[in-house]
């Protein structure tokens, strides 16, 4: 749930929502509790008030990272590693923060992933009759301090939230590798944007492997982000684009956002799309060492773009489509169908956690230049020289009125099955569906999840409203056209999805239903 700070600072608001969950997921007495969050506003104060109430709910241990700070990732995996029965994730994402800002909560379950959505429909249905919840007597622990405090009868453990992620992550990587590329003169920037992942990156990229300091910038977290929005896109991290066009750009920039589990890649002169990414990082995977000989699938969510099915299909592995939200990547990752999977959003990850992790796709990045030589510009150009070209971009409508959004979605929908064989421009649309996802492993299903308009050229745009935000509305489209190995592989990709654009602006009305000209991002 993400609202507003002063949502949650009404009387009984977060107490009200902590304690549906637990009385959802029913802990079994004495069971272990995760918590932290991404150092925002108003979390040190929420983690207190979790702390009591695990207590009284019959928690025996709850985990917190020191200062309450844990990346999502990071906290997947604490909760993995040690065996809790979940986990609190305080954040908004990427999202901004402050006293005037945004806040959430998250649940993840056992396995470290986002609760499915037989548990949160369950949680919602709870916060409708919760007519109770439970605390105990005590006061506040010193979350800046690590070691071990009693309150009511239960161990709080204040851990260190850096150790046990970056051990991790030497696991994984050949760190011995990027150290050489390091001391053959290799360098990068690290926008942590004031967020969690300063700490994390500081101790991996400067302190293990060498990069000289002042690599990480934006590097300690604030409450409020340095007033800073810390979504790694091109608008909110223009000051790192700007530099990796620029005459003095280092051979790696790379950013990730509030609670750490996004991260934007962009070379020397070079920015590889989010879309481009996952499908460049699951061709070259098994050049990391703990990767090497099983990948075994790899998953995208709908919106994002086929790039990766092309890299499935030529490596003769499967390939799921899924809905948006990491969610649905749980089951296939947990039955072994899948080693990495990635949204367009800027998320990509693997079966090292059950999260997306901004951090794991840097290394996986750092390893893959390592391992190969050559820079990110020459590992696109050949990508795309053996795999064609997918030209992609999504459009984000912000803060747009709800009713106007609904009203676009509704009467598009309504619109689907007549839109088959009518030309927009020179497009034709071949197929359109409202996107619905039968899971493999459980076999349940989600519908709704996305309309999608498909050309006979093999060309699409896709129609989201996001609930990433907290006011409004957020209309995404999505917009895609395939080249092949023999057609451009390096032209602007606003002059190669025009067609799609003006298609999708006469087959939704974008500008009649939101009254607007232009998207706010676009990515």
Not at 251 to 261: K, Q
Not at 313 to 333: C, M, Q, V, Y
Request: net charge negative.
């Amino acid at each position: 749930m993400r609202k507003k700070v002063r949502v949650f600072q009404q009387a009984n608001y977060a107490e009200n929502f902590v304690q549906s969950a637990f009385d959802v997921v029913s802990p079994e007495p004495g069971a272990t509790l995760v918590v932290g969050g991404d150092g925002r506003f108003h979390n040190r104060t929420v983690i207190q008030q979790v702390i009591r109430m695990a207590a009284a709910n019959g928690y025996g241990r709850v985990l917190v990272g020191r200062g309450g700070i844990l990346s999502t990732p990071a906290a997947s995996h604490v909760i993995r590693k040690y065996g809790a029965s979940g986990g609190l994730i305080l954040s908004a994402s990427h999202n901004p923060g402050g006293p005037d800002e945004d806040f959430g909560i998250k649940y993840n379950i056992a396995n470290g992933g986002p609760a499915p959505e037989s548990v949160t429909g369950a949680m919602h249905e709870r916060t409708k009759t919760i007519d109770r919840w439970l605390t105990v007597e005590a006061d506040d622990i010193d979350l800046d301090a690590i070691g071990e405090t009693q309150v009511g009868g239960m161990t709080v453990s204040v851990i260190d939230p850096v150790a046990d992620y970056a051990d991790l992550m030497e696991s994984l990587f050949d760190f011995a590798a990027i150290r050489a590329m390091v001391a053959s003169g290799f360098t990068m920037r690290f926008d942590a944007m004031g967020a969690v992942t300063g700490p994390y990156a500081t101790e991996i990229l400067e302190n293990r492997l060498g990069l000289a300091q002042g690599t990480v910038v934006n590097g300690v977290p604030l409450e409020d982000f340095g007033g800073h929005h810390p979504d790694p896109n091109l608008i909110h991290a223009k000051e790192l684009y700007d530099l990796m066009m620029g005459p003095d750009a280092p051979d790696l920039g790379a950013a990730s956002d509030g609670d750490g589990d996004r991260n934007l890649i962009i070379g020397r002169g070079r920015f590889i799309t989010p879309s481009d990414s996952l499908a460049m990082l699951a061709a070259n995977i098994e050049l990391a060492p703990a990767y090497k000989g099983r990948l075994t699938g790899i998953a995208r969510s709908m919106p994002t773009s086929a790039a990766a099915d092309r890299v499935a299909e030529a490596l003769g592995i499967p390939l799921f489509e899924t809905p948006t939200g990491w969610k649905f990547f749980g089951n296939l990752l947990d039955a072994g169908k899948v080693t990495i999977c990635g949204e367009e959003s800027a998320g990509t990850g693997s079966d090292h956690v059950r999260e997306k992790d901004g951090v794991w796709a840097v290394l996986l990045w750092l390893n893959i230049l390592a391992a190969r030589g050559i820079g990110v510009d020459a590992i696109a150009r050949e990508h795309w020289a053996r795999f064609g070209r997918n030209y992609y971009a999504r459009h984000d409508y912000e803060g747009i009125e709800t009713a106007g959004a609904n009203a676009l979605m509704e009467e598009l929908k309504s619109r689907l099955a007549t839109l088959p064989g009518q030309s927009f421009g020179p497009l034709t649309v071949a197929t359109a569906d409202s996107f619905a996802y039968t899971d493999p492993v459980d076999g349940s299903v989600s519908a709704n999840q996305g309309l999608r308009v498909l050309f006979e050229d093999g060309s699409r745009v896709v129609f989201r409203l996001s609930g990433t935000g907290t006011q409004g509305a957020t209309l995404r489209v999505y917009l895609e056209s395939y080249v092949n190995a023999s057609g451009d592989l390096d032209a602007e990709t606003g002059a190669m999805l025009k067609h799609q654009i003006d298609a999708a602006e006469q087959i939704a009305g974008i500008a009649r239903h939101t009254g607007r000209s232009a998207p706010d991002v676009i990515t």
